[in-house]
């Protein structure tokens, strides 16, 4: 018996196919030699790669799609496919050799950034290995053609592999790294295919096949063969569409959005509305800072399918770990504890003044129902500063994220300032249990279902009850059906997810009663470990 982290709930058995892995680094030699005719083989070598991945984004639909596409314009990146030529010429190199180099300083300066920027380090080199392996004529990595329904097992899986995986035939995917929030965990839940990351010694295992069960996160290597069945998923096709208990406690069931393409997939899901507006999303490439008429136009995009509804649009969440160009952010030998989200905010009080006159003007052209949140606020005195300043610009509701241990500690008091409170558990993980949310080697402690990370949302519960406010989760927690009736359980008053969980939540949280989550919370609450934790509710939701 082997366990990782369970990231998307179901079970599944079945015969296991191991997914090729790179090849690793090309030699540095022999010299080209004609480098002009060597450096001229790169950007027709990316071309390929890049028409190749825009013609499976055609097949695929939603955030599969979308990031097939993202991943394909890394691939024909103008200054990735220059730098590498201009290695071939400077340095002698092969040009396989050249564009593994040019793509190993790109992922190295999106490592340094940290965060949302250090998340694309994996498609980078996805894009590295699938080009390197054109320039040398040899077979891409990543999942091959598959003649049965299979489990999945891979060191990891690139973005683009998962993005491309069929439902029909991927019974579950099992990796050694990875973690809750990494591209493999998103789009497996999206899809709705089983999958447990951090994995630890399922290669060197070599089984023939497995049993996986994505809610508990066990791998069980059979003894004896077993006939293969495909996932048993949460049910979704009797959500009425409104997020409720059993016995009707109210739970709204909202989506998180980058952009209006995540709004219409939104709507299309069922969404109630949007707990997250990630409103920088819209400026990473932007090298000046986007006018006033400018914002709005690109709020109401993303508020108007939602005329009528609830929106919470996050102010930019931006700094260190998302640098925008036009803030001029200063080089930080610790980008995850630096100037980001609101200190940002304070720093630049005129940028966020705007931005702030940008969402009244979307909010009064779309009809709909907005909010604002500021990201990363520690202390009470950030969240009052805060709230002030966006009810001076005419916003009635104004929250905060806590994302940081120091605000779940003076919850009570934070609800005296603000309208409402939003939990970013992806954050609130990393900083409680000090484990970088992109390195597999700790993402058994980035858990969301670590007990100590639950007491501290427990506490932001009662918090939210005393206060007789609204507490929600944005977090890839909510994503999780068992996860979300812990929540509903600890206080949590609304759910926001991508959109493939929305039904799937939504169905969950109808199955049972609100005293159930409340049991299921206390059981969670004192569990020892994310395992013990996770094994306990999931036995008592099935």
């Given at each position: 018996?082997?366990?990782?982290?369970?990231?998307?709930?179901?079970?599944?058995?079945?015969?296991?196919i191991i997914?090729?892995?790179?090849?690793?680094?090309?030699p540095a030699?022999?010299?080209?030699t004609?480098?002009?005719?060597?450096a001229?083989?790169?950007?027709?070598?990316?071309?390929?790669?890049?028409?190749?991945?825009?013609?499976r984004a055609?097949?695929?639909?939603?955030?599969a799609?979308?990031?097939?596409?993202?991943?394909?314009?890394?691939?024909?990146?103008?200054?990735?496919?220059?730098?590498?030529?201009?290695l071939?010429?400077?340095?002698?190199?092969?040009a396989?050799?050249?564009?593994?180099?040019?793509a190993?300083g790109?992922?190295?300066?999106?490592?340094?950034?940290?965060?949302?920027m250090a998340?694309?380090?994996?498609?980078?080199?996805?894009?590295?290995?699938?080009?390197?392996?054109?320039?040398?004529?040899?077979?891409?990595?990543g999942v091959?053609d598959?003649?049965?329904p299979?489990?999945?097992?891979a060191?990891?899986?690139?973005p683009?592999?998962?993005?491309g995986?069929?439902?029909?035939?991927?019974?579950?995917?099992?990796?050694e790294?990875?973690?809750?929030t990494?591209h493999?965990?998103?789009?497996?839940r999206?899809?709705g295919?089983p999958?447990?990351?951090a994995?630890?010694?399922?290669?060197a295992?070599?089984?023939?096949?497995?049993?996986?069960?994505?809610?508990?996160g066990?791998?069980?290597?059979?003894?004896e063969?077993?006939?293969?069945?495909?996932?048993?998923a949460?049910?979704?096709?009797?959500w009425?569409?409104?997020?409720?208990?059993?016995?009707?406690?109210r739970?709204?069931?909202?989506?998180?959005v980058?952009?209006?393409?995540d709004?219409?997939?939104?709507?299309?899901?069922?969404?109630e509305?949007?707990?997250?507006?990630?409103t920088?999303?819209?400026y990473?490439?932007?090298?000046?800072?986007?006018?006033?008429?400018?914002?709005q136009?690109?709020?109401?995009?993303v508020l108007?399918p939602f005329?009528?509804?609830?929106i919470?649009?996050?102010?930019l969440?931006?700094g260190?770990?998302?640098?925008?160009?036009?803030?001029?952010?200063?080089?930080?030998p610790?980008?995850?504890?630096?100037?980001?989200?609101?200190?940002v905010?304070?720093?630049?009080?005129?940028?966020?003044?705007?931005?702030?006159?940008?969402?009244?003007?979307?909010?009064a052209?779309t009809?709909?129902e907005v909010?604002?949140?500021?990201?990363?606020?520690?202390t009470?005195e950030?969240?009052a500063?805060?709230?002030?300043?966006?009810?001076?610009?005419?916003i009635?509701?104004?929250?905060?994220?806590?994302?940081?241990?120091?605000?779940?500690?003076v919850?009570?008091?934070?609800?005296?300032?603000?309208?409402?409170?939003s939990i970013?558990?992806?954050?609130?993980?990393?900083?409680?249990?000090?484990?970088?949310?992109?390195?597999?080697?700790?993402a058994?402690?980035?858990?969301?279902w670590?007990?100590?990370l639950?007491?501290?949302?427990?506490?932001?519960?009662?918090?939210?009850?005393?206060a007789?406010?609204p507490?929600?989760?944005c977090?890839?927690a909510?994503a999780?059906?068992?996860?979300?009736?812990?929540l509903?359980?600890?206080?949590?008053?609304?759910?926001s997810?991508n959109?493939?969980?929305?039904?799937?939540?939504?169905?969950?949280l109808?199955?049972?009663?609100?005293?159930?989550?409340r049991?299921?919370a206390?059981?969670a609450?004192v569990?020892?470990?994310p395992?013990?934790a996770r094994?306990?509710?999931h036995?008592?939701?099935?």
């Amino acid at each position: 018996m082997l366990s990782g982290v369970g990231v998307s709930p179901g079970r599944a058995a079945g015969p296991v196919i191991i997914v090729a892995q790179p090849s690793g680094e090309p030699p540095a030699g022999p010299p080209p030699t004609d480098t002009a005719a060597e450096a001229d083989l790169i950007a027709p070598a990316a071309d390929r790669v890049a028409a190749d991945l825009n013609a499976r984004a055609q097949a695929a639909t939603g955030e599969a799609r979308q990031l097939l596409e993202t991943t394909a314009m890394m691939a024909a990146d103008p200054t990735l496919v220059t730098q590498a030529a201009q290695l071939v010429t400077t340095k002698q190199l092969p040009a396989a050799r050249a564009f593994y180099e040019a793509a190993a300083g790109f992922a190295d300066a999106l490592r340094a950034a940290g965060g949302y920027m250090a998340e694309r380090v994996r498609d980078i080199e996805d894009v590295r290995d699938r080009v390197v392996a054109d320039l040398l004529g040899v077979s891409a990595p990543g999942v091959p053609d598959l003649s049965e329904p299979s489990v999945l097992v891979a060191q990891d899986l690139a973005p683009a592999d998962t993005a491309g995986l069929d439902p029909a035939k991927v019974l579950a995917l099992v990796t050694e790294e990875g973690g809750p929030t990494s591209h493999t965990a998103i789009l497996a839940r999206a899809l709705g295919i089983p999958a447990v990351v951090a994995v630890r010694g399922v290669l060197a295992a070599k089984p023939a096949q497995l049993i996986v069960d994505g809610s508990t996160g066990a791998v069980e290597v059979p003894t004896e063969p077993v006939t293969p069945f495909a996932a048993e998923a949460v049910a979704t096709e009797d959500w009425n569409g409104t997020g409720a208990t059993a016995d009707g406690l109210r739970i709204k069931v909202l989506a998180n959005v980058g952009s209006a393409k995540d709004a219409k997939a939104a709507v299309a899901a069922g969404a109630e509305g949007v707990g997250l507006f990630r409103t920088e999303f819209s400026y990473l490439d932007a090298t000046d800072e986007p006018t006033v008429a400018e914002q709005q136009a690109a709020y109401a995009a993303v508020l108007a399918p939602f005329h009528g509804k609830p929106i919470i649009v996050r102010t930019l969440d931006a700094g260190a770990d998302k640098p925008l160009a036009f803030l001029a952010p200063d080089p930080e030998p610790n980008p995850a504890l630096g100037v980001r989200g609101i200190r940002v905010s304070r720093e630049r009080v005129d940028v966020l003044d705007r931005q702030l006159a940008a969402i009244v003007g979307a909010a009064a052209e779309t009809g709909a129902e907005v909010s604002v949140m500021a990201p990363m606020v520690a202390t009470v005195e950030e969240a009052a500063w805060f709230a002030d300043r966006a009810h001076a610009a005419g916003i009635e509701r104004a929250g905060v994220m806590i994302e940081v241990p120091a605000a779940a500690l003076v919850a009570d008091e934070i609800f005296g300032a603000v309208e409402f409170v939003s939990i970013g558990t992806n954050d609130l993980a990393q900083y409680t249990l000090a484990a970088d949310r992109q390195l597999g080697a700790v993402a058994t402690l980035n858990d969301p279902w670590q007990p100590a990370l639950l007491r501290l949302i427990g506490m932001i519960g009662k918090a939210g009850i005393a206060a007789g406010k609204p507490v929600g989760v944005c977090g890839e927690a909510a994503a999780d059906p068992n996860l979300a009736g812990v929540l509903v359980g600890l206080g949590i008053t609304s759910l926001s997810m991508n959109a493939g969980a929305i039904r799937r939540v939504g169905a969950a949280l109808a199955k049972h009663t609100e005293d159930t989550y409340r049991q299921v919370a206390r059981a969670a609450l004192v569990s020892h470990t994310p395992t013990d934790a996770r094994a306990t509710v999931h036995a008592m939701l099935s």
